[in-house]
């Protein structure tokens, strides 16, 4: 029988292989857009989001955006980038700057909500989020809602995370990808289920190296670092100084997380 650490490894691999692969054809053709200011960002936010990136549906070309100063949006919730329509494809370099805003999510019925709503076959990394609130339904997580075969790295978050189902501090919901090296500070709430302080929702993939602290609060699938606890998922190396909390409607049962290191799943 294959170990499921190696497995999950190995399907993470393979999976970021497909990616390199598939962005390497692309190379010739990407598009790269530097963001410098606070007017800069939300008009590529809106254009994205409203088709001006693609053609009959389709991305024109690969996207290559960098942020390059930090950004501060405090008078409105930022609407997240990429849907289920126009999920974003390609590199988000945040080169170590930090977007601060006042909340993400201007609904609570949204699915899909995060600094990205949707991913796909992308990479994401080295980008700061401080915000107060990231609120939505289903797949919630403060850098992105729901990441298909995506990498996301080095990105570190200070807020507050709800939602009803799938909801993590760095992601919501992730399948065939990887997180690693993240940073979460914050409160993590499902008023349903599947909450991690790092992951919600997590399918074939892994999370290596990453931290949360906080509380982490949901009716089951409930853990300090990602929700799930199948056979094709892998959490190693991770830090959590979280408080774990399970809800239901007649008691709320408190686990208090508090150790220095936490390998949740044998390798």
């Known amino acids: 029988m ?24 692309e190379a ?6 530097k963001i410098t200011n606070s007017e800069e960002f939300t008009s590529f936010v809106n254009d994205y989001n409203s088709g001006k990136f693609h053609i009959n549906d389709t991305l024109i070309s690969p996207l290559i955006v960098t942020l390059d100063s930090d950004i501060s949006i405090i008078n409105d919730h930022l609407s997240p980038i990429g849907s289920e329509e126009y999920p974003f494809i390609g590199t ?21 909500v995060g600094l990205f709503g949707y991913a796909k076959n992308s990479t994401i990394k080295s980008v700061t989020i401080v915000t107060e609130q990231v609120t939505g339904q289903r ?18 978050v200070s807020g ?43 399918e074939f993939g892994g999370v290596t190296r ?20 199948a056979e094709d998922v892998m959490v ?15 008691n709320k049962k408190e686990i208090a997380s508090d150790k220095l290191t936490r390998l949740l799943f044998q390798m």
């Open 2 to 25: 294959i170990n499921r650490g190696l497995l999950a490894m190995l399907l993470v691999a393979f999976a970021l292989i497909t990616q390199s692969c598939s962005n390497k054809k």
């Open 28 to 33: 010739n053709s990407e598009m790269i857009l």
């Open 92 to 112: 988000f370099n945040g080169n170590g700057h930090t977007i601060t805003c006042c909340g993400i999510g201007k609904t609570e019925n949204a699915d899909n």
């Open 139 to 156: 797949n919630v997580g403060v850098i992105c809602g729901y990441a298909y075969r995506t990498l996301i790295s080095d990105c570190k």
């Open 160 to 202: 507050n995370v709800k939602g009803d189902s799938y909801v993590g501090g760095i992601v919501g919901c992730a399948s065939y990808g990887g997180i690693a090296d993240c940073h979460f500070v914050g409160d993590v709430t499902a008023s349903g289920y599947v909450a991690g302080g790092i992951v919600g929702m997590l």
């Open 210 to 229: 990453s931290y949360a602290g906080g509380q982490v609060t949901g009716k089951y699938g409930v853990h300090p670092i990602s929700g799930t606890d």
């Open 236 to 250: 190693s190396e991770c830090v959590d100084r979280m408080n774990v909390i399970i809800a239901s409607k007649t």
